[in-house]
């Protein structure tokens, strides 16, 4: 699976942005699809993951009510949603699959199995 991410840009303090995933190959809905983001100088950290079929959703505290995530997988795309966004959302954001082993979804950039190049969201004060 090949992943390329796209959508991010500069917004103000509350405003919005949409970033697209488009992957590549047969097994994409096969997979979970989760966005990450790193600030800098900071570690990577989890933003939200979304189930191989759309049905289920995990987002981090800390956007919990202002993100959206969805996938079309008939499109290869997944999508984040960013609303009332906040000067500390800055950083690179990355979309990554993941293969589900379990019920419980995976979290950590080294449970990743493929990623895509990031791309930049910057929210200015």
């Known amino acids: 699976v090949q992943l390329q991410a796209s959508g991010g840009g500069l917004v103000q303090d509350g405003g919005s942005l949409r970033l697209s995933c488009a992957g590549s190959g047969r097994t994409f809905s096969s997979y979970d699809l989760e966005w990450f983001r790193q600030a800098p100088g900071k570690e990577r950290e989890f933003v939200v993951a979304i189930s191989r079929n759309g049905g289920s959703t995990y987002y981090a505290d800390s956007v919990k009510g202002r993100f959206t995530i969805s996938r079309d997988n008939a499109k290869n795309t997944v999508y984040l949603q960013m609303n009332s966004l906040k000067p500390e959302d800055t950083a690179v954001y990355y979309c990554?699959?993941?293969?589900?082993?379990?019920?419980?979804?995976?979290?950590?950039?080294?449970?990743?199995?493929?990623w895509g190049k990031g791309t930049q969201v910057t929210v200015s004060s």
């Open positions: 990554a699959a993941a293969w589900r082993y379990g019920s419980n979804w995976s979290t950590r950039p080294t449970d990743m199995d493929y």
